[in-house]
């Protein structure tokens, strides 16, 4: 049978995913402030697109509410921040929870315990769990004087350097040194790369180093905790040889292991607190009193706020959305001037999309307020009882209410806030999984069910610390039917520590108390 090429015609469907259909779903997955990035281009790149800055309509009192709402959500965050960094009357947190008090901060330091061979991963976890923002004084903030204050750890250590160093090679080094500096007041070096780099000797690096670690603020240029509350102790003219077993020993104040640690550093019980309670008032980030790296706050994509029926207002912040409009006098003054096909279609094209962003735009704006709305009547007893009300909740389950597909919730709620009465929080954070329920009741959500771990941690006495086991004991009473494995992963990841840490921790509380 001999092959030969034939023309054959075939009729079939086939979903294609046009220009503009990709742009639609690119601009619904854009937080507010990539969407006018992206808006601010596309207005200079088409003529035919012109920003709207008509005055829009609004209701004053409804702005005052707004504006209220979003304070009080500020405030509520901004309490969370006032924790001593060593105050050991406090639940166990991590580093990342308690040295950056603001939620989703990342800690600067987690590294840091790569640095200090003596103090291992877990150590270096739990000794910080207290650490605040190292200010190490009570005292409300100054905001004119901060804002008048422009001068940064940097400048002031290079200020430092010109006047202690006159050698024109250790200058060099020294602001080498300086430009590698952290926020925090630590430096993250490796001397012989380092010494490789620069061409110098290594001796000639530590010796700079030394001079850096006696500028002001004390404990600045430390390449661990350790050193650093040495450094400051050291100016104090309060370092001896016990305090020093103390630093090299960090790990087991971590672990609140006080009998070890006192048999470790050769004193008493008492001797041990008094030196327990002198580093509790040293700083363990120094250069943070210079200010910090500028945070881009959190901007609201909707609002929440309560009727006066009991009911739910949901509000698109439009004071973040861009707004555009179509020129079509200058798209009619254009075309007559144009003299060939080119031009033509190059006015025609600018029009199409213009077109297509405006109704884009419109689309988005519409898709985020029927998902948020949504959400919020699914969650209404969340926002009125509280996080242990909240109620599992997935994609599909909105997705089917508002009759739209899977994935488009899914770019909704990616990059978006909502601002309601009990804070801002990314939309996602309302979608939990389901954690069934011991009797016949409803499912509960995970996030309300480490709420409930969490109040029957903070509840416990000295005398009574709650196992795991006990946890799921308490749960199943409240008719909540969880694993023993789950309430430790649930615990591990709320960074609070075992019963038995969590027993020396309440011990060492005692004591200091007692010596105070």
């Known amino acids: 049978m001999a092959l030969s090429p034939r023309l054959e015609m075939r009729q079939g469907q086939q979903l294609v995913l046009t220009p503009q259909l990709q742009q639609a779903i690119k601009l619904l997955q854009l937080s507010n402030m990539e969407l006018n990035q992206f808006v601010e281009e596309e207005l200079?790149?088409?003529?035919?697109?012109?920003?709207?800055?008509?005055?829009?309509?609004?209701?004053?009192?409804?702005?005052?509410?707004?504006?209220?709402?979003?304070?009080?959500?500020?405030?509520?965050?901004?309490?969370?921040?006032?924790?001593?960094?060593?105050?050991?009357?406090?639940?166990?947190?991590?580093?990342?929870?308690v040295l950056d008090t603001a939620p989703e901060n990342v800690d600067p330091d987690a590294s840091r315990a790569e640095m200090d061979p003596s103090l291992g991963a877990a150590?270096?976890?739990?000794?910080?769990?207290?650490?605040?923002?190292?200010?190490?004084?009570?005292?409300?903030?100054?905001?004119?004087?901060?804002?008048?204050?422009?001068?940064?750890?940097?400048?002031?250590?290079?200020?430092?350097?010109?006047?202690?160093?006159?050698?024109?090679?250790?200058?060099?080094?020294?602001?080498?040194?300086?430009d590698m500096v952290e926020e925090a007041g630590y430096l993250s070096i490796d001397i012989p790369v380092l010494a490789d780099k620069l061409g110098c000797?290594?001796?000639?690096?530590?010796?700079?180093?030394?001079?850096?670690?006696?500028?002001?603020?004390?404990?600045?240029?430390?390449?661990?905790?350790?050193?650093?509350?040495?450094?400051?102790?050291?100016?104090?003219?309060?370092?001896?040889?016990?305090?020093?077993?103390?630093?090299?020993?960090?790990?087991?104040?971590?672990?609140?292991?006080?009998?070890?640690?006192?048999?470790?550093?050769?004193?008493?019980?008492?001797?041990?607190t008094e030196m327990i309670a002198e580093i509790r008032q040293l700083s363990p980030k120094p250069g943070l009193q210079f200010g910090t790296v500028e945070?881009?706050?959190?901007?609201?994509?909707?609002?929440?706020r309560s009727a006066s029926d009991q009911s739910w207002i949901v509000e698109l912040n439009s004071d973040t959305l861009p707004r555009v409009l179509v020129n079509r006098s200058y798209y009619t003054r254009v075309t007559k001037s144009a003299h060939n096909g080119k031009d033509k279609e190059y006015i025609v094209d600018c029009l199409q999309t213009a077109n297509w962003l405006v109704k884009s735009l419109d689309q988005r704006a519409r898709t985020i307020l029927r998902v948020a709305e949504e959400i919020v009547r699914q969650q209404d007893a969340f926002l009125t009882l509280g996080v242990r009300h909240l109620r599992p909740l997935n994609l599909r389950t909105v997705a089917d209410a508002i009759k739209m597909h899977e994935s488009t919730v899914s770019r909704v709620t990616s990059n978006k806030y909502m601002a309601t009465p009990r804070g801002i929080f990314e939309l996602k954070f309302f979608f939990t999984s389901s954690i069934a329920s011991a009797g016949e009741g409803e499912a509960h959500s995970s996030e309300s069910v480490r709420h409930r771990i969490k109040e029957l941690i903070d509840a416990e006495s000295a005398s009574a610390v709650l196992s795991?086991?006990?946890?799921?004991?308490r749960l199943a009473s409240q008719g909540i039917e969880i694993a023993r494995r789950t309430v430790a992963k649930y615990r591990e990841a709320m960074r609070i520590p075992s019963s038995v840490q969590r027993r020396r921790e309440k011990m060492m509380?005692?004591?200091?108390?007692?010596?105070?």
């Open 123 to 178: 150590g270096w976890t739990g000794l910080q769990q207290h650490m605040g923002n190292g200010s190490g004084g009570d005292e409300e903030a100054n905001l004119e004087a901060y804002a008048s204050n422009d001068i940064s750890l940097k400048d002031h250590l290079v200020e430092q350097l010109s006047v202690a160093v006159t050698d024109s090679a250790e200058r060099l080094i020294g602001n080498y040194l300086i």
């Open 295 to 304: 945070m881009q706050p959190v901007i609201p994509d909707v609002s929440v």
């Open 44 to 97: 200079e790149r088409n003529p035919l697109l012109e920003r709207d800055d008509r005055p829009e309509p609004a209701d004053l009192a409804s702005e005052r509410e707004a504006a209220d709402l979003l304070t009080a959500a500020k405030t509520s965050l901004d309490e969370a921040s006032s924790e001593s960094w060593l105050d050991l009357s406090q639940p166990h947190g991590d580093a990342a929870t």
């Open 201 to 272: 000797s290594e001796a000639l690096i530590e010796q700079v180093l030394g001079v850096l670690q006696t500028f002001d603020p004390p404990g600045v240029c430390a390449r661990g905790l350790a050193e650093c509350l040495a450094l400051q102790l050291k100016d104090r003219n309060r370092y001896d040889p016990q305090i020093a077993l103390l630093l090299e020993n960090l790990q087991l104040l971590a672990e609140h292991n006080l009998p070890r640690l006192k048999k470790a550093v050769g004193v008493d019980m008492d001797e041990l």
């Open 468 to 473: 795991d086991d006990t946890i799921v004991e």
């Open 509 to 516: 509380t005692s004591r200091v108390a007692r010596s105070a």
